[in-house]
Structure formats: structure tokens, C-alpha cells
């Protein structure tokens, strides 16, 4: 009851389908903004939990958005992204193809440049605390893939394909 959350967007849209739905619920310790996550309008150490889903891979500037999380971060708060990562590269017709199933898989990268932004921002206590291998349809891959390789990507023991991770690090 004495905390806040603070949702924050860059569509207008999501902000007004947001506080509609927020009405409908009458809860008085949530609050939208209009922002973007590269510019959090958020004063310095304002949040004790940052959590951020299926956005951080869609940013031109990933490691401005790191940079942004440590600075709105309170000291001992916790940061937590959901983001699409690989281990192998994967073929950039696959990518694309994929990212229309899932539009967040267009910006999956290295899963260790991934963690470089964090790294680099100041964040150095955690790490990823969940992995999962992305099942992408057989008739996809097979327009891209070997059997060979479809066979490794559909393997959740190998480290080819496309992975869902859960980032949660302390400032």
C-alpha cells in the first residue's frame, strides 16, 4: 500500500488504453508517463525496482538505456530485463522472419554484449536468473535451416537458436 509503481511509454496511446484500464480498477498508487526509456522522466535514484520486458531489444542506443536504468536505480535497487539473446549467430534471414512471430527477437544479440551494457553502466552484483530456448515453428526454420541445424536449434541442450533470458542485477 505505500508503494508506486510508475509505468512508463512511449505511445500515447498504450498511456491512455493504460489509465482506462487503471481506472477501471480503482487503484490509486499507479501512474503512467509518456517517455522514452532512452530519457526515463524520472529524477536520479527514484526507483527501487526497475522492470523492463520485450523493450530493451527494440532500442537503437541499448547501452543509453543501461545507462538510463543505472541513473533512475536507487542505491541496493534491482534492475530486471526480459530479452532475447543468442549464443551462435544465427542466419539474418532467420532474425527477420522471426522477429514477425515475435517482434522482440529482431534485436536479440550476444548474450555476453548483452551483459557488456550492464557491466559497463556500473551494475556488477547478478546476472541472468532464467533461460529459455525459443521454439520457433518447424516451417520457418526449415526455410532458412539444414536439417542439420534445425535438428541443434530444436536441441534445448545446444547453444544454437534463439534464448529468452531474465537479467536481474543490483545496483
Known sequence: AKGKVVGIDI??????TAREYLDSLKISNVEFRHGDIQAVP??????D????TCVFNLQSDKQK?????????D?????CVSYF???????????K????????IAGAEDVETFMSYFRKTGFNSGGIVEVNKVKLPDDLL???LTAEMIQKYNDIDSDDGIFSVTLVVEK
Open 97 to 104: 522472419e522471426a522477429s514477425e512471430v515475435a517482434g522482440c
Open 11 to 16: 505511445s500515447e496511446q498504450n498511456i491512455k
Open 85 to 95: 539473446v543468442t549464443i551462435n549467430p544465427i542466419p539474418d534471414d532467420l532474425r
Open 42 to 47: 524520472l529524477p536520479n535514484e527514484y526507483a
Open 142 to 144: 526449415e526455410k532458412h
Open 75 to 79: 542505491h541496493s535497487g534491482l534492475v
Open 65 to 73: 538505456v543501461a545507462d538510463e536504468m543505472y541513473r533512475v536505480c
Open 49 to 52: 525496482v526497475i522492470y523492463s
